[in-house]
């Protein structure tokens, strides 16, 4: 089981309620602003954060090693670490939080950071310096969010610890803060968890960019996708993609065991999943840019060893052609648009499965298909077909209808 990484009790701040505390304090900063819209601007923020520690954790190694120069942009992208430049390390930011233009030297530094890391170009949010937003709370923002750091104030680990302590203050005036390996556990968990708390606030809306993480994991658990091409056609922010690596890493795999292939029609929501993934140190093929997975499928050739899928399932408003070949099983007749959706949704995943590849998803209201005109598709579920198996997910199902 994938909660088998988090036995000890010190295992990291998120067993005591870290994020919660987090997010008590960053929702009263959000006063009447829209869900949607303050997001982007913690979740932005969050990153940011991460890519900063990242990097001055090694720009911290590099200063130690003879001979390296830890200004060299190339030695960090050997190791697969973000250049971060000057004006958008967290410190300079976090020191600027107080200044009435804090709102474009943020802009400022994601539009340096994109320039420089060609991976997040595009990604990053950029309108910090919008009038709408209050500059006041956004300084107070940047500083709840600089709490999120691990710090080592001992020289020599105590004995029986687990690593470094977390902590919300500075190290030690006579060295700088050390970030531990787990920052990045820590920075992931709190963006993870913003995202469920943002969706619940969004409500319905919150659906198209986020699955329970109970969801995520019974669809991750069914598969077991210990090793292979892993694809969700309809990515939202990435949740399944995150699951999957926390599977592979419980059960003693490595990250480079799995590929990761997505696509996603929303910008917004792509841009999400995009940093989701990144906090973790996942490479991923997320397709050159966003597109609706009907009107144009990003990875045609693509035949994943597992699928996994909440696919919109009260989206009326969808394109198909007739001589696609994705409808192996017939071709989705008129007439009710959302019900028919799924079964091109289901014949999509067949299309993209392997000779053994598995799919796991989640249908609203499936036993409708059972009755329609498409159950010559459905049956297919459980048994092997051309391409590979396909399971539902039973809970889900229930949970749905």
Aim: aromatic share 10%; with cysteine; glycine share 8%.
């Amino acid at each position: 089981m994938a909660r088998a990484r988090s036995s000890s009790k010190n295992n990291s701040t998120a067993n005591l309620g870290f994020e919660a505390k987090l997010w008590l304090a960053a929702d009263k900063l959000r006063s009447n602003m829209d869900a949607a819209e303050y997001k982007h601007t913690v979740l932005g923020l969050i990153f940011l954060k991460y890519i900063s520690d990242s990097f001055e954790e090694k720009h911290a190694e590099l200063t130690k090693e003879p001979g390296a120069d830890p200004e060299d942009q190339d030695e960090y992208k050997a190791e697969n670490v973000f250049w971060v430049p000057p004006a958008a390390r967290w410190t300079y930011l976090q020191n600027s939080a107080k200044q009435a233009t804090i709102g474009k030297i943020v802009d400022d530094a994601m539009v340096a950071i994109e320039r420089d890391n060609q991976r997040l170009k595009g990604v990053l949010p950029k309108d910090y310096a919008r009038p709408g937003l209050d500059k006041h709370r956004l300084g107070e923002l940047i500083d709840l969010i600089g709490t999120i750091v691990l710090i080592d104030p001992a020289p020599i680990p105590v004995p029986g610890s687990a690593g470094a302590s977390p902590a919300v203050s500075g190290a030690p005036a006579d060295r700088p803060p050390l970030r531990s390996h787990r920052s990045k556990d820590i920075l992931g968990r709190v963006y993870e968890y913003f995202l469920g708390q943002f969706a619940s606030a969004e409500g319905k809306k919150g659906g198209q960019f986020y699955t329970p993480q109970s969801v995520v994991r019974l669809l991750v658990e069914m598969l077991a996708p210990y090793k292979g091409r892993i694809y969700d056609p309809c990515c939202g922010s990435g949740g399944m993609f995150v699951q999957s690596e926390k599977f592979v890493e419980a059960h003693g795999g490595k990250i480079g065991d799995i590929s990761i292939y997505g696509q996603e029609s929303n910008p917004t929501t792509r841009r999400l999943a995009v940093m989701n993934l990144a906090l973790r140190g996942i490479e991923a093929d997320f397709g050159p840019e966003h597109a609706d997975t009907f009107r144009r499928d990003l990875h045609p050739d693509l035949r994943a060893d597992y699928v996994l899928a909440n696919p919109p399932f009260n989206d009326s408003d969808w394109f198909r052609k007739d001589d696609d070949v994705r409808w192996q099983y017939g071709v989705p007749p008129q007439g009710n648009a959302i019900r028919l959706r799924r079964i091109a949704w289901v014949q999509h995943f067949i299309h993209h499965l392997a000779p053994q590849g598995m799919a796991g998803f989640v249908l609203v209201r499936f036993w409708f298909l059972l009755k329609s005109r498409a159950a010559r598709v459905l049956n297919v579920l459980g048994n092997p077909t051309p391409h590979g198996t396909l399971r539902h997910s039973t809970l889900a199902w229930i949970l749905a209808t």
